[in-house]
């Protein structure tokens, strides 16, 4: 793919390094230090509870549980960081993601204009651009404190994304998950979080579903709605099909399944298997169409 025919976008921000207002968070490790001490099974376990905690807040314990683990509490933001410093020394890094983010504010402001979305009881206003920032350590979001650790992540909050650009040296060393297309992906995936946010999904539950399948259901649309921001733009990103092997390939290489090694059975799952997620990536790229996104339309054997 090809980026250098897009600007970038002007909604980022350089969060600088936030090691220290994460030091009671858990670091890099201490997270191998429990996967030792409890296993991949125990740690998927506990990372499925806290997902939980996070996104559905039962009788109201998540800024307290997130304030003792993370050292911050949702909706809670503290200028702690310093500025300036990420994109000090991951310049290409943070320059290639504010183009990807410029893309998908040209084809999610244009789908919400053509109403082309799923349905949710009510009717999608414009498109509200995100703001995406990048870090070094650690940030303090809308949502808390958060490590590097968790990856790229969406706080519907405060309505933004945030990454630590060295995570896409991890997607190549470690998840096997390299390319600028499959980087992009995981911007795309994000975004996908946030136009959920804007059309009233993030918050759907299914009669009789438990949280992790609900859970399941938001992640794989999130995936499809980065495959359909692929195909829409994928002319003007001159995206080829080996761009698109390595979108595939990343979809992969993160489902469940793959990264607890099939230690941790189905309901476990929190984002879904690599076969469901390359489905529903490959769905929103082959058809362009938000609409076909619709996971909450799907039975669940049928994800």
Known sequence: MRTDGRDP????????????????????????AIVRRIGVRGTLIAVVALAGI????????????????????????QQTQGEGQTCDTQGPACDFSARVLRSTEIVWREQF???????YGSRAQAYEDPVLNFFSGGVASGCGQASSDMGPFYCPADKQLYIDPSFYQVMEQRLNAGGDF??????????????QNLIGATNKTLPGEDRNRTSVR????ADCFAGVWGHQDRAALEVTDADLREAVNAAHQIGDDTLTQGRADESQFTHGTSAQRMRWFRQGFDSGDPRQCDTFAVPAGQL
Do not use: W
């Not at 204009?113 to 349905?119: D, E, F, H, M, T």
């Open 9 to 32: 976008s002007g909604n980022v921000r350089d969060r600088g390094s936030g090691g220290g207002a994460v030091g009671a968070g858990l670091g890099a490790g201490a997270l191998f």
């Open 54 to 77: 996070y996104f559905f807040n039962p009788f109201g314990i998540r800024d307290t549980v997130f304030g003792l683990l993370f050292g911050g509490t949702p909706g809670q933001t």
């Open 113 to 119: 204009q053509q109403g082309r979305l799923p349905n």
């Open 182 to 195: 499959a980087q992009a992906y995981v911007i795309a995936h994000e975004v996908g979080h946030h136009v």
């Open 218 to 221: 938001i992640e794989l649309q």
